[in-house]
């Protein structure tokens, strides 16, 4: 492993009078000859501690270092031999959810994963109620800053890892990271959208109150809405190492986009809306227990998928995607996504719009169906913006990696049939998991991804959306079921007349 983070067994010569060389000198010059070629600094805490352990210890000692970018630094010394134990942390800090994964820097095995809810939440779901609640006022921002470091040490407690883990990477978006480092995200939100900090780098964990003895790498961020979380993204897809031209699609309240090979990389990041996530529906909800996450309509009759097996309290993202779809398959909305109340008894009036009762006392209105046709559209029309501006075709893309909680859960071919994702060769859309974490721990195991990081902002191109003038036409011809277009989504089509064929039947 060639990781942030070594931990080093050395059994120094003892001093004589032939051999006066400090205590200091003798580790620098042990670690050098055990094949560690860069600079070593020994802050004085550890220098204090050298007299009396090497005298205890037999001068017999593991010296763990931890890079903070430059050089390696030494950050703790014990006595013998306690190489085995050597662990670090890679962290995903979601605006929602905060996932840690502790892992065997010796092996790269995962030993723990857990997660917990984000404490900024207390104000609000949305990162922009998050913003404003402590924009301009110190004290707030600290209060934000507080419960940002709690939800991580939250995890680490579970993980029972503070004591022992030398290093930790974090993925997040660039608000996240300015929380977490105690700044204002103002500047994220507002143009000119020049953010405070894009590159933070290593920050030694007791300046961020995180308790660990190293270094907290942050990854960079491209720009004010495409984060250290996509740049994660990508090195754990490795997109920019393939010769195949692939989209990588992370899509929830915001969706960031990169398409690109080794020859090139554009990138773009736009709101797509808090529908994805259950937000706006009237009944919508997170993906948790008693969320409805699978839907099927079968000869007139809606069967769903209830989170943990329990009654049904609501619709989740994935859920909403399923449901539009069989609707649409059934013909119970048209290509515009409006209800055909004669189509199903399922369909009635309340509150003055079309509904349909998809589980018992639950029901989808006309106005959630317009707002999430409204998000998919919008989430369309960014690919087909990318795939423009880069002089591509979809057939050209190799891979369709959609990223995220989103990607994973959502069904494909319901995601196609209501033109969310490319009408595609589906082996060919890949779920990409958790890749902010994967990244994370990725660069945590292999210190020389630094590097490609570097390489990875440099070729970054980015498109803001908001200047390409044709963006709202496009948009508007992207919010049909499943496009104005239905040449481009051929499968769909005749999925659409089997099932008809089969109602008729």
């Given at each position: 492993?060639?990781?942030?983070?070594?931990?080093?067994?050395?059994?120094?010569?003892?001093?004589?009078?032939?051999?006066?060389?400090?205590?200091?000198?003798?580790?620098?010059?042990?670690?050098?000859?055990?094949?560690?070629?860069?600079?070593?600094?020994?802050?004085?805490?550890?220098?204090?501690?050298?007299?009396?352990?090497?005298?205890?210890?037999?001068?017999?000692?593991?010296?763990?270092?931890?890079?903070?970018?430059?050089?390696?630094?030494m950050?703790?010394?014990?006595?013998?031999?306690?190489?085995?134990?050597?662990?670090?942390?890679?962290?995903?800090?979601?605006?929602?959810?905060?996932?840690?994964?502790?892992?065997?820097c010796?092996?790269?095995?995962?030993?723990?994963?857990?997660?917990?809810?984000?404490?900024?939440?207390?104000?609000?779901?949305?990162?922009l109620?998050?913003?404003?609640?402590?924009?301009?006022?110190?004290?707030?921002?600290?209060?934000?800053?507080?419960?940002?470091?709690?939800?991580?040490?939250?995890?680490?407690d579970?993980?029972?890892?503070?004591?022992?883990?030398?290093?930790?990477?974090?993925?997040?978006?660039?608000?996240?990271?300015?929380?977490?480092?105690?700044?204002?995200?103002?500047?994220?939100?507002?143009?000119?959208?020049?953010?405070?900090a894009?590159?933070?780098?290593?920050?030694?964990?007791?300046?961020?109150?995180?308790?660990?003895?190293?270094?907290?790498?942050?990854?960079?961020?491209?720009?004010?809405?495409?984060?250290?979380?996509?740049i994660?993204?990508?090195?754990?897809?490795?997109?920019?190492?393939?010769?195949?031209?692939?989209?990588?699609?992370?899509?929830?309240?915001?969706?960031?986009?990169?398409?690109?090979?080794?020859?090139?990389?554009?990138?773009?990041?736009?709101?797509?809306?808090?529908?994805?996530?259950?937000?706006?529906?009237?009944?919508?909800?997170?993906?948790?227990?008693?969320?409805?996450?699978e839907?099927?309509?079968?000869?007139?009759?809606?069967?769903?998928?209830?989170?943990?097996?329990?009654?049904?309290?609501?619709?989740?993202?994935s859920?909403?995607?399923?449901?539009?779809?069989?609707?649409?398959?059934?013909?119970?909305?048209?290509?515009?996504?409006?209800?055909?109340?004669?189509?199903?008894?399922?369909?009635?009036?309340?509150?003055?719009?079309?509904?349909?009762?998809?589980?018992?006392?639950?029901?989808?209105?006309q106005?959630?169906?317009?707002?999430?046709?409204?998000?998919?559209?919008?989430?369309?029309?960014?690919?087909?913006?990318?795939?423009?501006?880069s002089?591509?075709?979809?057939?050209?893309?190799?891979?369709?990696?959609?990223?995220?909680?989103?990607?994973?859960?959502?069904?494909?071919e319901?995601?196609?049939?209501?033109g969310?994702?490319?009408?595609?060769?589906?082996?060919?859309?890949?779920?990409?998991?958790?890749?902010?974490?994967?990244?994370?721990?990725?660069?945590?195991?292999?210190?020389?991804?630094?590097?490609?990081?570097?390489?990875?902002?440099?070729?970054?191109?980015?498109i803001?959306?908001?200047?390409?003038?044709?963006?709202?036409?496009?948009?508007?011809?992207?919010?049909?079921?499943?496009?104005?277009?239905?040449?481009?989504?051929?499968?769909?089509?005749?999925?659409?007349?089997?099932?008809?064929?089969?109602?008729?039947?």
């Amino acid at each position: 492993m060639n990781g942030l983070s070594r931990k080093i067994y050395l059994e120094l010569p003892l001093p004589t009078e032939d051999d006066p060389r400090s205590d200091q000198q003798r580790i620098l010059d042990s670690l050098a000859a055990a094949g560690v070629e860069e600079r070593v600094h020994i802050p004085v805490h550890i220098l204090r501690e050298l007299y009396p352990l090497l005298d205890n210890a037999k001068w017999k000692i593991t010296v763990s270092l931890a890079w903070n970018g430059e050089n390696w630094e030494m950050v703790e010394i014990e006595e013998g031999d306690t190489t085995a134990q050597h662990y670090g942390l890679a962290v995903d800090l979601g605006s929602t959810t905060v996932v840690a994964r502790l892992l065997d820097c010796n092996s790269g095995e995962i030993l723990r994963e857990v997660s917990c809810f984000n404490k900024q939440i207390q104000w609000g779901t949305d990162i922009l109620s998050r913003i404003f609640y402590c924009k301009d006022n110190r004290e707030k921002l600290e209060e934000v800053r507080r419960a940002t470091v709690e939800s991580i040490c939250e995890c680490l407690d579970k993980l029972d890892a503070s004591h022992s883990a030398l290093s930790m990477v974090i993925a997040g978006n660039t608000t996240m990271i300015h929380f977490l480092l105690g700044m204002d995200a103002f500047c994220v939100f507002y143009t000119p959208h020049a953010v405070h900090a894009d590159r933070p780098g290593f920050q030694l964990a007791r300046d961020l109150d995180i308790p660990l003895k190293g270094y907290v790498y942050c990854y960079p961020a491209k720009s004010n809405y495409l984060g250290g979380d996509i740049i994660s993204g990508m090195i754990d897809t490795e997109l920019y190492k393939k010769n195949e031209i692939s989209v990588f699609f992370d899509i929830g309240t915001n969706g960031e986009l990169v398409i690109g090979n080794k020859e090139f990389l554009l990138c773009g990041a736009g709101a797509a809306g808090p529908a994805l996530e259950g937000g706006v529906v009237r009944t919508g909800m997170r993906a948790d227990i008693g969320a409805v996450d699978e839907v099927k309509i079968r000869d007139g009759n809606i069967f769903v998928h209830v989170i943990g097996n329990s009654a049904p309290q609501g619709i989740c993202g994935s859920g909403i995607i399923d449901l539009i779809a069989e609707l649409f398959l059934e013909g119970w909305i048209d290509i515009r996504g409006k209800f055909s109340p004669e189509k199903s008894p399922l369909i009635q009036e309340r509150d003055n719009q079309l509904c349909v009762e998809y589980a018992p006392g639950l029901y989808f209105y006309q106005k959630d169906i317009d707002e999430f046709i409204r998000t998919k559209s919008a989430a369309h029309t960014m690919v087909e913006i990318m795939l423009r501006e880069s002089g591509l075709d979809l057939n050209q893309a190799d891979r369709f990696y959609v990223a995220g909680a989103f990607g994973k859960h959502v069904s494909k071919e319901s995601a196609i049939t209501i033109g969310m994702y490319p009408d595609m060769d589906r082996d060919h859309i890949i779920n990409a998991g958790n890749s902010s974490l994967e990244g994370a721990q990725k660069l945590l195991l292999n210190r020389s991804l630094l590097t490609d990081i570097d390489q990875i902002l440099e070729e970054m191109v980015y498109i803001q959306f908001a200047e390409v003038e044709d963006f709202l036409e496009l948009m508007v011809a992207a919010q049909a079921l499943p496009h104005t277009d239905y040449k481009r989504y051929p499968t769909v089509m005749e999925k659409l007349k089997e099932r008809q064929k089969d109602i008729k039947l």
